[in-house]
């Protein structure tokens, strides 16, 4: 894989079930006010967090790819999905920090709701020392409590993003991002009750749902609209 010298890379994981433009916006805006390299999509195998996906793994790695053809920058990593083992970011972000070196700057990227449930997650304190975390928060998201452990971190790790850039990890930047309020669980209803998902995910993807006939999609209902 052709990398440039600086290696700035992000990291957007999540189940993808379908990918959306909530998701690729969210990596876009990471991207772009960063000046990142590279982010890199990564679909998990056996979320740790949630639910089992409804579709395959193949399936959802196929749809992220499509997705993000013809998007300088974007990458979709398949190692998760194909170590077939339960998916933690920590062992992810290690499989990255080794390929891309020791001071290459490093942001993992994810939404004020996950944050606010980070020091739950396993390692969570080695995160923060193999990398940055880029926190989108949308109007209406809930902040820390005061109290807690995620507040103490933004108290003490919180940097402007410029900053983020000049190490490899260890801050933390708070992004006031596009309300762009998606849910990949409405839109599967949505598409079993034959609703057309138009502008909420990209036109390969809405194609490869219908092809495969995805989250109860079936012909001649409305979503050939």
């Not at 959802?60 to 194909?82: H, S």
């Not at 990255?96 to 990227?109: E, S």
């Not at 709701?113 to 396993?122: G, P, T, V, Y």
């Amino acid at each position: 894989m052709d990398k440039s010298a600086s290696n700035a890379t992000g990291v957007l994981g999540g189940t993808f079930d379908p990918i959306h433009t909530g998701h690729l916006r969210l990596a876009w805006e990471a991207k772009s006010r960063l000046g990142l390299d590279f982010v890199r999509l990564i679909p998990c195998h056996m979320p740790t967090h949630r639910e089992s996906p409804d579709s395959t793994a193949k399936h959802r790695l196929t749809m992220a790819e499509l997705a993000c053809i013809g998007v300088p920058g974007f990458e979709v990593d398949n190692w998760e999905i194909t170590r077939n083992e339960p998916s933690y970011s920590i062992t992810t972000l290690i499989h990255i920090r080794d390929q891309i070196g020791a001071n290459a700057p490093l942001v993992f990227i994810m939404g004020m709701d996950a944050f606010n449930q980070f020091c739950s997650w396993h390692q969570w304190q080695r995160i923060l020392e193999l990398a940055h975390l880029w926190v989108a928060h949308r109007p209406g998201n809930k902040l820390p409590e005061d109290d807690s452990t995620e507040y103490q971190l933004l108290q003490q790790l919180q940097a402007p993003a410029d900053e983020l850039k000049k190490s490899a990890g260890g801050r933390i930047y708070v992004h006031e991002t596009t309300a762009l309020d998606i849910s990949a669980t409405k839109l599967r209803q949505q598409i079993a009750e034959g609703i057309t998902p138009r502008f909420l995910l990209p036109d390969a993807v809405w194609a490869y749902i219908q092809q495969n006939k995805l989250y109860g999609y079936r012909n001649g209902n409305r979503s050939n609209d």
